[in-house]
């Protein structure tokens, strides 16, 4: 008998799936030195992006999805 699938417990903490099937991603250079950056590109890295669709499909495939 198959064993059940896991999911990737790395991918389920980076990567999110929305309603309508999307694989959602935070921005990188999200983690210190904010003094240093300007406050447009704060504000253009705190919202999510959609991964690429060629890479959705693996990421996909890491959620068990």
Do not use: C, I, Q, W
């Amino acid at each position: 008998m198959p064993r059940k699938k896991k999911s990737h417990s790395g991918t389920t903490k980076r990567f999110r799936l929305t309603g309508t099937g999307k694989v959602m991603r935070r921005r990188a250079n999200r983690s210190h030195y904010f003094e240093h950056k300007p406050a447009t590109l704060k504000r253009r890295l705190a919202n999510e992006v959609t991964v690429s669709r060629a890479d959705a499909n693996k990421v996909r495939k890491l959620l068990s999805h």
